[in-house]
Each structure stands twice: as C-alpha cells, then as structure tokens.
C-alpha cells in the first residue's frame, strides 16, 4: 500500500517568513495530494490540493509542488501569519479505479512567532 | 447545511463497556470514513464505506465495527472498549468514484476516553 512521510515534525517560523513542508510517497500510481490544515481543538479542512498532471499550484500565500520523478511534494507558505499555526498534513491517493483512500502524512506542527 | 456531524463531542467509558458513534453527512455522498487521530500518528484509518450496504477495513479495524444502513449515516461501534482506544475519533465523506473531487470533508471529532 502507499506510505506516506513527512518533514518536519515540527516548525517554528517568525511572522513573516516563509515555511516549507515536505512529504514523500511511496506508490508511483498515486496522482492525487491534498494538503490539510488542523488548528488545535478544529476538525482538518482542505487547504488545497494538486494533481499529477501539473506540477505546481498556487492559491494566494500559499503554493505546492509536485516532482513526480521523485516521489514528493511540498507545501509553501509565504508570509506567514500568527493564524497560520496549525498542524499542516499532507495526504496521497490514486483517483478512479477501486481506490477510495487517503493515506496521510503524520503531520507538521507549524508554530508562527508574532 | 450541516455538513458532516459526529454524536457525541466528548464520551469517557471504561474497559469493556461499549457505544456507538454516529456520523451523519447531508451532502449526499458515496463514499464515508472513520478515522482514529492519535498524537505523532497522523489520522489512520479504521474502516470505511463506499455506498450504503458496503463496509470496508482500513488501516487499523482490530476492535472496531461498522455500518452503514442509510446513505446519509456510518455508525462506528466498540463492543469491548480498551484503554488504547482512547482518541479523537473523526468521520469523513466524499462523492463517488465519478466525481472529479477527492476532497474529504470532515466531522468536528469525538473525543473518547477509556478508564
């Protein structure tokens, strides 16, 4: 089945600097990776996500990149903000065919410093 | 327009007593999950359900059952509840396989202990 790591665990950024998440995946076939946000005590919610047909996407602050070759991909935060700190996952599944699962990352507890 | 709600928020039990847990979605989707969220794991998945009648394992199933009689609903029973079932417990849904969205939409979490 797909295997999923991320780095880091934990990040702490000052207000205003970037932040970076990186993921890998083990499952060549996988063509989709949503990233979700967790703020403590909330539910995750989608933040965005990209499929293997591009390689990057951007909404506002924040963006990912893809690298099929390598098998990873990374969330990036521009600007960061103090409502920014959450736990950040990554996730990868295949679309289509008889896979309905998301294998997610273990999280990254983003930390933004005011 | 509710979205995904899970009952109840908070439940403590102790070792062999057992419940059930509801999670009901009005968005008419297909496909449904349990998820266990533990601290440094990430969410693993328990079981999940692509339509109503349908049950699948997940990732971590041992000591957990599920239904799924209606569409709308994906009850997650424990019949014998143990100490290392203590955890936040989320339901997710999403459309069918048809549908060009992956997204999973989540309930706002059960916190369960057991003593």
């Known amino acids: 089945g797909e295997n999923v790591e991320q780095h880091p665990s934990t990040l702490s950024v000052q207000e205003g600097d970037s932040a970076v998440i990186k993921c890998t995946y083990s499952?060549?076939?996988?063509?989709?990776f949503p990233w979700y946000k967790q703020e403590l005590g909330k539910r995750p919610q989608l933040i965005i996500d990209i499929r293997s047909n591009v390689g990057e996407k951007k909404d506002q602050r924040i963006a990912v990149t893809l690298n099929k070759t390598a098998k990873h991909f990374s969330l990036h935060i521009t600007e960061t903000q103090p409502e920014d700190s959450a736990v950040y996952f990554c996730a990868a599944s295949r679309s289509g065919g008889s896979n309905y699962k998301l294998t997610f990352g273990k999280g990254t507890l983003l930390t933004v410093n005011p | 327009n509710a979205g995904v709600t899970q009952t109840p928020k908070f439940r403590v039990l102790k070792t062999g007593q057992s419940m059930t847990l509801l999670c009901a979605q009005d968005?008419?989707?297909?496909?449904m999950y349990w998820y266990r969220q533990d601290p440094g794991m990430g969410l693993r998945l328990i079981h999940y359900?692509?339509?109503?009648?349908?049950?699948a394992k997940g990732e971590v199933p041992d000591g957990y059952n599920v239904s799924r009689l209606k569409k709308q609903n994906f009850l997650l029973g424990l019949e014998s509840a143990a100490p290392s079932q203590t955890s936040v417990y989320f339901c997710a849904s999403r459309h069918g396989q048809g549908s060009p969205k992956n997204i999973q939409y989540f309930g706002a979490g059960t916190r369960l202990s057991v003593l």
């Open positions: 359900s692509v339509g109503e009648g349908t049950t």
């Open positions: 499952d060549s076939a996988s063509n989709y």
């Open positions: 968005m008419n989707h297909e496909y």
